[in-house]
């Protein structure tokens, strides 16, 4: 799929950053809860984005960010936060609920949707006055994901068409930060405004300057490149007068591996290198410095609320930052923690854990203990001096007390499509086995060899090694026989090279492996539309529509094999279920022109003519310059001329 990104790139000026960094004192400390009634809220999060990638917190090691650094510098500085998950919709349920995923139940990227029977820290402020906007760079959380919830604006990016290789739909920094200016400026009253910025989320394609001063790192030229767009951000708010009436939260959702522990992005592990995130608290009257207290996503929820004089909502599981920066101790010691989209995504054993002052427990049939004082980086497993049922015992009970009514994995929708997880782990397998007793060979530690080998097929298969690529991923299927990602890849491999009876057998085998398992069969329908065998694909595309009515995709498939076989009546109710489930693809209605266009040559009802040139209006207002729906518009109004001579 070509990439296309739009970039909206503008230099700050030498004078706009030195204003920045000689920004004058602050003024004398305010009390908790007794700032200005005016005082702003604004959360900054980039999605993706290593503790250790700005530059004033490693002597710029790795890369230069001079605007963040300014604001480090008028900031209590959190040198050891945490996430509580290393994905995007779980860590944004954390920092918006403030709640942990055994309270609100959003354990995964696909299918895990924010309900609304939970209180979001945009309701909240909504609710004390304040003007509310999100401006989202990523499809992941578009409004379906439930995160629109209490903001008067949710700009997300449904429906552009800005889409990356690995199937996320992403818009820059330079355009997040262009719109959330905009909406400040047009501001009269409080408000509190969060910005989602993706750029250091993979694939790493800074623009330039970026690009080739990074040329051997692009994951931080895109961090440099963020950096240069919230200096434009940074230098408006100040000219207005209003960065001084605001109080700025800056973080990130996760980190990224990029290698360290054998992992090269994030969602597998939930070692320092994803889950240490940066954490900076800026405030009218703040006392700037480090604090080294342990802190983590669900505390930015009731900091806020102490430092606005609001009520903490009695479930909230955080606690105010103010107190830790003030040098005392956190009230609930153990920070909980998990990475459950192995578990989601291939049976792995489900990864849960905690940190307590400098001990990190990692739950595991492997189990792991680390002192994360002296062995940061988590080099020296010490579970064997440590008691391990005692440390179960601890975790259990902090869940126990973490857990709530959570939500459940619910794909219908869109969210089910999008599956923006970690490319390792590819598409969605199924539910976990239930009353699994796992052991070391469901230990994700043991298991990721095997994602690492089905990448490397991948790019053996691109460099036209298909041979080699197809034995690789055999061993992997032979290895773990209900890896459901595997049988797929080894069927688009074939698909392809052309070889259409080995990419049919490919699903074939996993649905024997994995009976009834929807991605499998969901494959096989498509393949078998694809392979013209329109008969078998309306059997199998039925029989998974039934069962998972989520996938658009499935259906808008269904409609094109029921129209190859002039099954017209059944063809339209495909498409139209489609539609109700996603009323924003544009190939579904460029589809129903084609379908009602041949109604219309059969019947030459002008009703399905009018509906025809509709459908593909549609089709156009959604994805311009279709060339399918162009062609269909123009026969069916050349159609309607026709009939008008008559």
Not at 551 to 556: L, T
Request: include cysteine.
């Amino acid at each position: 799929m070509n990439i296309r990104r739009h970039r909206h790139v503008r230099s700050i000026g030498l004078s706009a950053a030195l204003a920045l960094c000689l920004a004058a004192p602050p003024k004398p400390a305010a009390a908790a809860g007794r700032l200005p009634p005016d005082t702003n809220v604004l959360l900054i999060a980039i999605d993706t984005l290593r503790y250790d990638r700005i530059g004033i917190l490693t002597d710029d090691r790795h890369v230069k960010t001079p605007n963040i650094d300014a604001l480090a510098r008028r900031s209590q500085v959190f040198t050891r936060a945490f996430a509580h998950d290393p994905l995007t919709r779980p860590s944004f349920a954390n920092i918006m609920t403030g709640t942990t995923p055994p309270y609100h139940g959003i354990v995964d990227n696909p299918g895990f949707n924010l309900e609304r029977r939970f209180l979001t820290l945009a309701e909240h402020l909504k609710a004390a006055g304040y003007d509310t906007a999100a401006f989202i760079s990523a499809i992941i959380l578009d409004a379906r994901s439930g995160f629109d919830q209490g903001f008067d604006l949710y700009d997300d990016i449904s429906g552009e068409e800005i889409f990356l290789d690995s199937g996320t739909i992403e818009r820059d920094a330079g355009v997040i930060v262009d719109l959330a200016d905009e909406w400040i400026s047009a501001r009269t009253g409080k408000w509190f405004a969060w910005l989602h910025i993706f750029d250091p989320h993979d694939p790493y394609e800074p623009p330039e300057p970026y690009r080739t001063e990074y040329a051997g790192d692009l994951y931080s030229g895109e961090v440099a490149y963020v950096d240069a767009q919230l200096g434009r951000l940074f230098a408006s708010l100040e000219k207005s007068g209003t960065l001084d009436k605001t109080v700025v939260i800056f973080t990130s959702d996760h980190g990224e591996a990029l290698g360290d522990k054998s992992e090269w992005d994030h969602g597998f592990f939930a070692y320092n290198n994803v889950l240490h995130i940066p954490l900076f608290l800026a405030y009218p009257g703040v006392k700037p410095g480090p604090v080294g207290e342990n802190a983590c996503h669900v505390d930015i929820f009731p900091t806020v609320c102490d430092l606005l004089g609001l009520p903490v909502p009695a479930h909230i599981q955080g606690e105010s930052l103010l107190p830790l920066a003030a040098g005392r101790k956190r009230k609930q010691p153990k920070i909980f923690f998990e990475s459950m989209a192995p578990h989601h995504g291939m049976d792995a054993a489900p990864l849960e854990g905690f940190i307590e002052g400098n001990i990190k427990f990692i739950d595991l049939p492997l189990a792991e203990v680390y002192d994360i004082r002296h062995d940061y980086e988590e080099e020296y497993n010490r579970a064997a001096g440590y008691d391990l049922p005692g440390l179960r015992q601890s975790l259990s009970r902090l869940k126990s007390e973490l857990r709530g009514k959570p939500t459940r994995q619910d794909l219908r929708g869109k969210s089910a499509e999008i599956v923006p997880l970690l490319r390792s782990l590819g598409y969605i397998v199924g539910r976990p086995t239930k009353g699994k007793e796992y052991g070391v060979a469901d230990d994700p530690k043991t298991l990721y060899p095997l994602i690492l080998s089905l990448r490397q097929a991948i790019l053996e298969a691109q460099e036209g090694r298909l041979g080699s690529a197809a034995s690789r991923i055999r061993t992997v299927i032979q290895i773990r026989p209900i890896y459901v990602t595997a049988y797929t890849t080894l069927s688009k491999l074939y698909y392809g090279a052309g070889r259409m009876a080995e990419a049919i057998k490919a699903l074939q085998d996993g649905l024997a492996a994995v009976p009834d398992n929807v991605n499998l069969t969901g494959n096989l329908g498509i393949m078998r539309f694809l392979a013209k065998d329109y008969r078998n694909a309306v059997q199998v595309l039925r029989s998974v529509t039934s069962r998972a009515r989520f996938n658009p995709e499935y259906f808008n498939y269904l409609g094109m094999a029921h129209m190859n076989l002039t099954e017209f009546e059944p063809a339209e109710e495909a498409f139209n279920e489609a539609l109700r489930i996603d009323p924003t693809i544009g190939a579904v209605y460029n589809n129903l022109g084609y379908l009602n266009l041949a109604l219309y040559v059969n019947t030459k009802d002008d009703a399905r003519l009018a509906l025809a040139i509709e459908n593909f209006d549609k089709a156009l207002n959604i994805d311009p310059g279709l060339p399918s729906a162009l062609k269909g518009r123009e026969k069916a109004l050349g159609y309607g001329k026709k009939t008008a001579r008559r």
